[in-house]
Each structure stands twice: as structure tokens, then as C-alpha cells.
């Protein structure tokens, strides 16, 4: 099944009761049982609704994988792996990574016994190095958020599978268009669904994809004994997102490739990062296992100045300031202050983000028009 097929019609099947093209939404708690322990395949929400399991279905075939599990949101999701692991397990990790991400693993997680190691990744031999009898995870994300790095899934991988560590992958910057990484050897495929698969600014949501049933048995365990499950109309509207995901991400693509390249040339403006540049260091990892480079880019000024960077983030007006990404209108953030404030400065300065960066999700407007804002705010 081709691309834009796929997509369109992933988990949709018409409803049997009345022939409705779309998914109804299921807004019901519990399901009526014809006698007790004999039901129709629903006992209670929180445990299974109907429009939730087509979303899974899509989930899963979007992802080429076997089974999905929707969660109330990315962090849940991610949640749900950690609570795989037992006390004095092992973690190793990117360096570079969403600021939840690593605020989940600090301070939750980590006073219950369960060690994370953060290494740069874009490199396998750091990972081999930390890997010990007690390592039962590596989490991955590539392209990293902010700094726009790259890792080798498939050579990570490599490394996994034989001491039979599960590997996960954060795939939330690429989405299943551009990266499909339970094809290049992962274990679990995360996604922050709130971004590109609901791709409207106007849901929170989460997603795990995996292969292996057992796995998938366990994280439903957690999924349906913590309850951080999305509710019906959120499940609808992803269904309703996904629909056009492989239609949106074309122009994500597009556009973000145009502003990458305007900025790098832009005299005001230092270094940009994008993996869609040849003097990119993961540029032939990311040519390799993606199908484009996506929308997403930080860049810092080239005074390197914080205070004029924040006069760039407060003088846009199609980019709107905001936390998130992956909507079809663009975004102009400030990682240390918003999405990453959660990480300790001398962490962030330490692996490269700096005050003065500033990412952004470009959106599916008129790349033009988008420039054009871009160019007043940098001066």
C-alpha cells in the first residue's frame, strides 16, 4: 500500500451499525455485559474504547508495526517504558533531549532506584562503552530536540539486540512519513502525538508502537492499571489528523528546507541547525534511514547575543511564541526558558544549548510569507 493510502485509510473500517465513513466517537464509560464476564469485547473505558482501539490500529499501521497503545500524552507514554524496568536498572540515554523527557527520568524516576545515563549518541561507540550487566534500556531521540542531532538506529540496534536491551526511539520530530524505526531494529516507537499526528495544535496525546506481543502485553497492563489513557473525542481527532499527515508533512518539509537555507545565508544569523545540510555531521545518517529532513531547526544569532535573540522571539508575527511544534501553523520557541527549562543551565551549556537558540516548527504557510516574517524580526 502506497504512502498517501496508507495514511487516508489506516484503522478505518465503516461502522457496522449504521455504515458511517468516519470513527464514531465512543463517549461512554462502561459497556452493557450480557451476563457477567460475557461482554462484546468492551468491559470498561479505561481499559478499551472502541474509537481508541481503531486509532491504535492506525497507530500500528502507520508505523509499520503490529500493536500501538494510545496514552493521554507523550510523557505518559514514555512513562509507561520506564515502568518496565525494576529498581537499580540502567538507562542509557541522549545528552540531547526533550526537557520533560529528562525532567520524567531526574526527578521522578530516578529516586526510585533506576539509574540514566546521558551519553551522545550520535556516536554507538558511547553507547557501547555504557553498557553494563545492568543497562535494560536505551531511549533515542533523532533527530534530538533542539539541536537537531542524529543517531544511527540501525547501528544502535546492532549493539541492543544481542544482549537483548530494548531499544526506544522518540520519533516525534521525524513522524512515521519520514522515519520508521521499528524497521531499522527498535523495540518501541514513541511518539508525542500532541505534534505532527494530530498536526493541529489542539490535542494532547501519546503513542508506543511495538512488534513483539509480550511487550505489548505489558505496556497494556500499564497502560489500562495507571490510566493515563486519551479520551474518545481526543482519539477522533487524531484519526481526523492522521488522514493528512502524509499531506502536511510535504509542505513541513518543504518550507522548513527553504528557511534553512535563507538563515544560513542570512548575515545576522551563526549557526543553524538542520540535518538536511551536507556539512551537517548526521547528514548521511539522516539521508540514510529518513525520507526527508523535516520541519524543525534551531538557530542562534552570529553575535551569539541572548538579549537580541529574545528581541527575534518577541517580534514575530506569523511564528507565534509558544511551546510544542508539528501544528500547521509555525512556532517560534525558546528551548532554555521553555521546553528545556527543566535541565540544569550548566547541563544545557554543557551539550550545546545555549540561551541564545532559538527553535523553530515551521508550519504549512506560504514559505514566502513566512521569510518575510522572519527577515523583519532578525533585522
Same mark, same amino acid.
Given at each position: 500500500?502506497?504512502?498517501?493510502?496508507?495514511?487516508?485509510?489506516?484503522?478505518?473500517?465503516?461502522?457496522?451499525?449504521?455504515?458511517?465513513?468516519?470513527?464514531?466517537?465512543?463517549?461512554?464509560?462502561?459497556?452493557?455485559?450480557?451476563?457477567?464476564?460475557?461482554?462484546?469485547?468492551?468491559?470498561?473505558?479505561?481499559?478499551?474504547?472502541?474509537?481508541?482501539?481503531?486509532?491504535?490500529?492506525?497507530?500500528?499501521?502507520?508505523?509499520?508495526?503490529?500493536?500501538?497503545?494510545?496514552?493521554?500524552?507523550?510523557?505518559?507514554?514514555?512513562?509507561? +517504558?520506564? &515502568?518496565? $524496568?525494576?529498581?537499580?536498572?540502567? !538507562? %542509557?540515554? /541522549?545528552?540531547? *533531549?526533550?526537557?520533560?523527557?529528562?525532567?520524567?527520568?531526574?526527578?521522578?524516576?530516578?529516586?526510585?532506584?533506576?539509574?540514566?545515563?546521558?551519553?551522545?549518541?550520535?556516536?554507538?561507540?558511547?553507547?557501547?562503552?555504557?553498557?553494563?550487566?545492568?543497562?535494560?534500556?536505551?531511549?533515542?531521540?533523532?533527530?534530538?530536540?533542539?539541536?537537531?542531532?542524529?543517531?544511527?538506529?540501525?547501528?544502535?540496534?546492532?549493539?541492543?539486540?544481542?544482549?537483548?536491551?530494548?531499544?526506544?526511539?522518540?520519533?516525534?520530530?521525524?513522524?512515521?512519513?519520514?522515519?520508521?524505526?521499528?524497521?531499522?531494529?527498535?523495540?518501541?516507537?514513541?511518539?508525542? +502525538?500532541? &505534534?505532527? $499526528?494530530?498536526?493541529?495544535?489542539? !490535542? %494532547?496525546? /501519546?503513542?508506543? *508502537?511495538?512488534?513483539?506481543?509480550?511487550?505489548?502485553?505489558?505496556?497494556?497492563?500499564?497502560?489500562?492499571?495507571?490510566?493515563?489513557?486519551?479520551?474518545?473525542?481526543?482519539?477522533?481527532?487524531?484519526?481526523?489528523?492522521?488522514?493528512?499527515?502524509?499531506?502536511?508533512?510535504?509542505?513541513?518539509?518543504?518550507?522548513?528546507?527553504?528557511?534553512?537555507?535563507?538563515?544560513?545565508?542570512?548575515?545576522?544569523?551563526?549557526?543553524?541547525?538542520?540535518?538536511?545540510?551536507?556539512?551537517?555531521?548526521?547528514?548521511?545518517?539522516?539521508?540514510?534511514?529518513?525520507?526527508?529532513?523535516?520541519?524543525?531547526?534551531?538557530?542562534?544569532?552570529?553575535?551569539?547575543?541572548?538579549?537580541?535573540?529574545?528581541?527575534?522571539?518577541?517580534?514575530?508575527?506569523?511564528?507565534?511564541?509558544?511551546?510544542?511544534?508539528?501544528?500547521?501553523?509555525?512556532?517560534?520557541?525558546?528551548?532554555?526558558?521553555?521546553?528545556?527549562?527543566?535541565?540544569?543551565?550548566?547541563?544545557?551549556?554543557?551539550?550545546?544549548?545555549?540561551?541564545?537558540?532559538?527553535?523553530?516548527?515551521?508550519?504549512?504557510?506560504?514559505?514566502?510569507?513566512?521569510?518575510?516574517?522572519?527577515?523583519?524580526?532578525?533585522?
Amino acid at each position: 500500500m502506497k504512502e498517501a493510502t496508507k495514511y487516508i485509510h489506516a484503522g478505518a473500517e465503516p461502522d457496522p451499525s449504521t455504515g458511517a465513513i468516519m470513527t464514531p466517537i465512543y463517549q461512554t464509560s462502561t459497556y452493557v455485559q450480557e451476563a457477567p464476564g460475557k461482554n462484546k469485547g468492551y468491559e470498561y473505558a479505561r481499559s478499551q474504547n472502541p474509537t481508541r482501539t481503531a486509532l491504535e490500529k492506525a497507530f500500528a499501521v502507520i508505523e509499520n508495526a503490529k500493536y500501538a497503545l494510545a496514552f493521554s500524552s507523550g510523557v505518559a507514554a514514555t512513562d509507561a +517504558v520506564i &515502568k518496565l $524496568l525494576e529498581p537499580g536498572d540502567e !538507562v %542509557i540515554c /541522549g545528552n540531547d *533531549m526533550y526537557g520533560g523527557t529528562y525532567r520524567l527520568f531526574t526527578k521522578v524516576f530516578e529516586k526510585f532506584g533506576i539509574k540514566f545515563i546521558y551519553v551522545d549518541t550520535t556516536k554507538a561507540s558511547n553507547i557501547s562503552a555504557s553498557i553494563t550487566g545492568k543497562t535494560k534500556l536505551v531511549w533515542l531521540e533523532t533527530p534530538t530536540n533542539p539541536l537537531m542531532n542524529i543517531t544511527d538506529i540501525a547501528s544502535v540496534a546492532a549493539l541492543t539486540k544481542p544482549k537483548k536491551i530494548l531499544l526506544a526511539v522518540d520519533n516525534t520530530f521525524a513522524s512515521p512519513y519520514l522515519q520508521n524505526p521499528i524497521d531499522l531494529g527498535a523495540d518501541i516507537v514513541m511518539h508525542s +502525538v500532541t &505534534k505532527y $499526528l494530530g498536526g493541529h495544535s489542539d !490535542v %494532547i496525546q /501519546g503513542s508506543l *508502537m511495538m512488534d513483539d506481543l509480550e511487550l505489548r502485553d505489558k505496556l497494556y497492563f500499564l497502560q489500562k492499571s495507571c490510566g493515563a489513557v486519551p479520551g474518545p473525542m481526543d482519539c477522533f481527532l487524531v484519526l481526523r489528523g492522521i488522514k493528512t499527515l502524509h499531506v502536511r508533512m510535504k509542505a513541513h518539509c518543504e518550507n522548513g528546507a527553504k528557511i534553512a537555507h535563507w538563515l544560513k545565508k542570512h548575515p545576522k544569523v551563526g549557526k543553524v541547525y538542520w540535518p538536511g545540510f551536507e556539512d551537517h555531521p548526521g547528514y548521511a545518517i539522516a539521508k540514510k534511514q529518513m525520507r526527508d529532513f523535516g520541519g524543525m531547526l534551531s538557530f542562534v544569532l552570529k553575535n551569539d547575543s541572548v538579549q537580541e535573540a529574545m528581541k527575534v522571539l518577541s517580534s514575530t508575527k506569523l511564528f507565534s511564541l509558544a511551546e510544542s511544534l508539528g501544528g500547521v501553523e509555525s512556532l517560534i520557541n525558546h528551548p532554555a526558558s521553555m521546553t528545556h527549562a527543566s535541565i540544569p543551565k550548566e547541563e544545557r551549556i554543557k551539550n550545546g544549548l545555549t540561551d541564545s537558540l532559538i527553535r523553530l516548527s515551521v508550519g504549512i504557510e506560504d514559505a514566502d510569507d513566512l521569510i518575510g516574517d522572519l527577515a523583519k524580526a532578525i533585522g
